[in-house]
């Protein structure tokens, strides 16, 4: 089993607390790989013209294409292997920002959620002083009916008559 890692003997701990850093460090291994992809680019082109042109007293004009094609494929896929791990690490980059930008907001949200939380257990109160029976809250109109809007409305309210 490995050893957990100690953060003050870890050199890329403050890499990885800052997500513009973070950014830096992945961006300059993306360099780095992009750059390893055109070399091996042109050694599959090297590798391929080479396999194809070695020809064995005795073979037909397709067998050094069949005997090549396994070469082929094989730097192939290691090139789309490199191109895989350089869109991961964009991905990364991005992952890395996002997370950063939620737990920022995670701090917002709940006190969001308190504030709701606490609306509807106190409902605001209306502005009626205890005891004085004098003031009395106005009954509420049928909500059947609205008023008129405008004074082309007017003749269409039933309450006016």
Not at 29 to 46: F, P, W
Not at 82 to 95: D, M, N, P, W
Not at 112 to 134: F, M, Y
């Amino acid at each position: 089993m490995s050893e957990p890692l100690n953060r003050t003997t870890n050199p890329l701990a403050d890499v990885a607390a800052s997500p513009e850093a973070t950014a830096r460090y992945l961006a300059d291994i993306q360099r780095v790989l992009l750059d390893i992809g055109k070399n091996l680019e042109s050694l599959a082109l090297e590798t391929r013209v080479h396999c194809r042109d070695t020809h064995v007293e005795g073979d037909r004009f397709y067998d050094a294409w069949m005997r090549a094609q396994p070469v082929e494929r094989a730097l192939r896929d290691v090139l789309k292997h490199v191109e895989g791990v350089t869109k991961g690490l964009e991905r990364s980059a991005y992952k890395r920002r996002a997370h950063d930008e939620t737990v920022t907001a995670v701090e917002k949200k709940r006190k969001e959620k308190a504030l709701e939380k606490s609306r509807k257990k106190n409902p605001p109160q209306l502005n009626t002083v205890p005891g004085n029976s004098e003031q009395q809250v106005p009954q509420q109109e049928d909500m059947r009916y609205g008023n008129p809007t405008s004074i082309y409305d007017l003749r269409n309210d039933r309450r006016s008559a």
